[in-house]
Structure formats: C-alpha cells, structure tokens
C-alpha cells in the first residue's frame, strides 16, 4: 500500500491507511497539526496555503462530523470545496465509478476525500484517478479510517506526552471497527507499552494476537491500570445475524461506567470516535465526565485533517 | 561579520528605534520577530527597549508564496502573538530583507490576527534584491551583494551572518 501513499521521496501522496508508515512519517503528521492549531486561533481562521485548490468531499457512506471537519479543515486552508452525496447524485441513475471519476477530473480538481462502505475503496480510487489527484481516504468498509487514528493519537500525545509507557485498551467492537483497525497500526508503531482490545468473543476478530494485542473478555480486567481508554461504538448497521443478545445486555457488560472506570489509572483518559450511543457502550455520565476527551477530538480533527491535506497536497511539486 | 559587530549593529538599532518612537510619541508598542532569524534579533531588541508586553513570534510557512513549488516544510512552529493587535502600533522584525516575499506573508498573517494602527520593519541587514515594494524603517546595515549571494543569520548563541554562494 505504501507505494501508492508515498512519492519517490517518501512524502504523503495519498493518505490511505497507517498500515506500514513509518513512525517518523506519523511523528511529522502530529507536529505539522499542532502548527494548524493557532489556525484555529486567530480572527480569522484561515491560512492561504490551499488557495485555488478544489477538494470533494466524496462521501458514500453517512457521515456528519468526518464530512463537517473535512470541509472545515477545507475551508481553514483556503480550499473551495464540493460536498457529493452520493446517495442523491449519480451512482442511483447507474453511472458507474470509474466514469464518475472521469468526470470530477474534467473538473479540474486536486483531491478526492472519499469514504466508501466497500474496504478498498480510497486505494482501488487511488489507482484509477490522474496523477495530479490525491486521495484521502475517510473510512472503508472495516479496513482503515486513518485520520480518526492519527486525532486520536494526537489527543493521546497532548495529555499523555510520550507514547512509550502508555497502556491503551480498545474496547466494543474491535470486529466491525475500521477505527480500531487504524488505531491498532498507530498504537503499536508510536510503540506504546501495551495495547489490549475488551470485547465479547463474538465482535473480537480471530487471530487478532498477532497484531500484538492482548485479548481480554472481561471488561474490568481488561481496564485494569491503562492511561487511555478508547471506547468504539457498536456498528449495528454492519452487524450480520446474531452477533449481541441485546444493546440492554451488552451495556450489562461492556458498557463503560464510572464505577468500572475505579479500576483504569486515576488519570486515565476516555475517549470515542463518535458518534456515541448513550447508554449502549457508555454512561453519560462518563462521556461528559472530567476523564472524558472526546471533544477534543473533535477539535484535534480539524488540525489533523489540514494537516494530512497540506502535506498531500504539498508534494504535488510542479513537474511541468 | 563578527559577533561584536552584530552586537553593534543591534545597539545601534535600538536607539534609533528608541529615539523614534519617543518622536512618534508611541509607547505601547508590540514587537513581533519572524522565524528564526528574525525572533533572535528581536529578542534582543526587546530586552534593549525594555518593552513591557510579551514577544510575538511569526512563523509565515502557511503563507508563503512558494507552498505549491516546494511544499510545506516539515517542522513549522505554530505562529504566537500572545496580545491583541487591534490599533496597536507593531514593530515587525526579520533578520535580512532580501526579495520582501517574507514580510508580504508576515504582513498578511498578522492582518489575519486584528487590524494593528501601523507596522513598522525593523530588519538587522538590508540587501539589494528587491521583487516587491516593501522597505524598512530600520536598518542594521545595509549590504549590496551579488544576485547568487546568500546572507543568513545562524544563532543564537552567538549571533554571526553566513554568506554562501547558492550558484
């Protein structure tokens, strides 16, 4: 994958997955955000680095805070921006994708933001679109959601400091969750101390061992003394056949509550990519609590996200 | 040119600076050094006049007009300027003006920030060069050096001007 990610130079093309970058690649994606954060800070919160430059918003798949900060983060950079929905737009009249493409292109455009319910899609996108086109990918199917990782990694960065001593658990479920996925390739490059997922047997995919992680059934085990929780939501609308008794049930027993919360490292952070089901996977109580940071994220995408597009966007070195 | 004659310059710059803006009566005045040079030679500056308010520092790789040609360099330091500059009067630094690209970026990020009541350029060394009608207001000295001349500051401790040949 990384021959298409990177140019001859090693710089960000595409941004597709973390699986396979570098740690100092990651490193640099984390220090350009934290430049874009006083962005984020002045009267007006632009920067002209993207000026003249037109991004679409190619989303497949429903999604309102990925698209809202990819269009801010857009926005922030002096970009113009389209949102496609596709659901409303041609693929319904039967047009397919690679004609689609073709069409943006005559657009004239710089960069595709693309999620996709099919894994694959941002790459098979990558391989098909002109040269001058950069593709990020915004979540496919149960393969990658990269940015969502590297915000979160930023959040961890900003409190924590180091990665090196941290104890993560990744709880819910780690089957359906491209979050996860991406999470798992950043926690373990950044080289944290240990990574555990928490989740029934059944929403834990088989063989996960040998991504380095430790399984735990059990949700107050598994929580034992860790700096940083990441709860994922459960992605119902994935779900084939009987995978979960009852949402009532699974809170029984994974949901994230104060009380199980006693059992993490009393500075410990919480956090969710949203969009979050109270009362499922977690209390409100403890997503509106003082340990809880997922709004920060929320704020810490933004910066990520003009980050991954200034550096993609930023190798298209003029060769003409 | 040698340390001391930086340190010349830099106390020759700052009573001028002292002296002017006793006539233009402007007490108040925020100081702002552009990134890295220019922070270094203002941080003297500052300590000299003895300014009350804190150092904003300038970091313009967001805005320069280069982005699509060579990127976006890999370690830029976020912008501070720790004040409002809504009418206030804002002595800009930069330790060499060469094509007046740098202060035409700095000079739009800061309007990002507020609408300060004036903005004057303080640079330690002045070259010939010029792409854009920007000149400074004071001057460390000024050098006339051939187009495939570079001068740079390193620092910061000491402070001492590089030349190199980039042809």
Same mark, same amino acid.
């Given at each position: 994958m990384n021959a298409i990610q990177l140019d001859k130079e090693g710089h960000l093309k595409h941004f597709i997955g973390i699986e396979g970058l570098k740690r100092a690649l990651l490193i640099e994606i984390l220090d350009t955000a934290t430049s874009f954060i006083s962005v984020g800070e002045k009267a007006v919160k632009k920067a002209p680095i993207l000026r003249g430059k037109t991004i679409i918003n190619l989303f497949f798949e429903p999604s309102t805070r990925t698209r809202t900060t990819f269009e801010l983060a857009s926005k922030r950079l002096s970009a113009d921006v389209l949102n496609f929905n596709i659901n409303t737009s041609s693929s319904s009249k039967g047009e397919n994708l690679i004609d689609m493409l073709r069409n943006l292109e005559a657009m004239h455009c710089d960069m595709f933001i693309v999620r996709h319910n099919a894994a694959g899609a941002a790459h098979f996108i990558a391989q098909h679109v002109a040269p001058n086109i950069s593709i990020i990918n915004a979540g496919d199917g149960q393969h990658e959601h990269p940015t969502q990782a590297m915000l979160d990694m930023y959040t961890i960065r900003q409190h924590k400091g180091d990665f090196a001593p941290l104890r993560v658990a990744l709880v819910g479920d780690i089957q359906h969750s491209r979050v996860a996925r991406s999470n798992i390739y950043a926690l373990q490059t950044l080289g944290v101390s240990e990574l555990r997922v928490v989740g029934p047997k059944t929403l834990i995919p088989k063989?996960?061992? *040998?991504?380095g992680v430790k399984v735990f059934n059990d949700l107050k085990t598994g929580l034992r003394d860790v700096d940083v929780i990441i709860m994922l939501r459960l992605q119902r609308e994935r779900m084939r056949g009987a995978l979960l008794p009852s949402a009532h049930e699974y809170f029984h027993y994974y949901g994230l509550t104060q009380e199980v919360l *006693?059992?993490?490292?009393?500075e410990a952070i919480v956090m969710h990519p949203g969009p979050i089901n109270r009362g499922v996977e977690i209390e409100s109580k403890v997503a509106d609590g003082k340990r809880s940071v997922i709004l920060e994220q929320v704020s810490n995408g933004i910066a990520i996200r003009m980050a991954v597009m200034a550096m993609t966007l930023g190798t298209q070195r003029e060769t003409y | 040119m040698s340390i001391n004659q930086i340190d010349m310059l830099l106390n020759s710059m700052a009573s001028y600076l002292k002296n002017k803006l006793k006539f233009q009566q402007r007490d108040a005045v925020l100081m702002i050094g552009i990134h890295t040079g220019g922070v270094w030679v203002a941080e003297r500056l500052h300590a000299m006049l003895e300014l009350s308010e804190p150092l904003g520092q300038l970091n313009i790789a967001f805005y320069r007009d280069d982005f699509s040609r060579i990127g976006l360099h890999p370690h830029v330091k976020p912008s501070s300027l720790p004040f409002e500059v809504d009418n206030r009067h804002i002595i800009l630094v930069d330790d060499v003006l060469h094509t007046g690209r740098t202060i035409r970026a700095a000079l739009n990020e800061i309007f990002d920030y507020g609408r300060p009541a004036s903005v004057t350029l303080a640079v330690l060394v002045e070259r010939n060069g010029r792409e854009l009608p920007i000149q400074p207001d004071v001057i460390g000295c000024s050098l006339c050096l051939d187009s495939g001349k570079q001068i740079k500051l390193c620092g910061p401790e000491p402070l001492y001007l590089d030349y190199k040949n980039t042809r």
């Open positions: 063989g996960i061992e *040998k991504f *006693k059992v993490a490292h009393p | -």
